[in-house]
């Protein structure tokens, strides 16, 4: 179970922000925004942060596809 306002990383260009709400909320979120704001992981972040619901950090830290932060070789 994830907790809010534990940070976490974005699993498709890993982005690394922190949650301030229940991921459960943030589903509800995403489902409820129009087909257009949900074309793009760049656009649900930056709705999601709009909405208060994450704060992205811009901290050069980021993680590739598997998770490892800082990227690998092989991504």
């Not at 809010?4 to 489902?31: L, M, S, Y």
């Not at 129009?34 to 793009?40: I, L, T, V, W």
Request: aromatic letters at 8%; glycine letters at 12%; a negative charge.
């Amino acid at each position: 179970m994830q907790v809010k306002g534990e940070d976490h990383f974005a699993q498709f260009g890993g982005v690394h922000f922190t949650n301030h709400v229940p991921p459960e909320e943030i589903n509800v979120f995403v489902r409820n925004l129009p087909a257009g704001k949900r074309e793009s992981l760049f656009e649900v972040l930056k709705e999601l942060e709009q909405a208060k619901l994450i704060t992205i950090h811009n901290d050069g830290v980021w993680a590739d596809g598997r998770g490892r932060i800082g990227g690998s070789d092989e991504c």
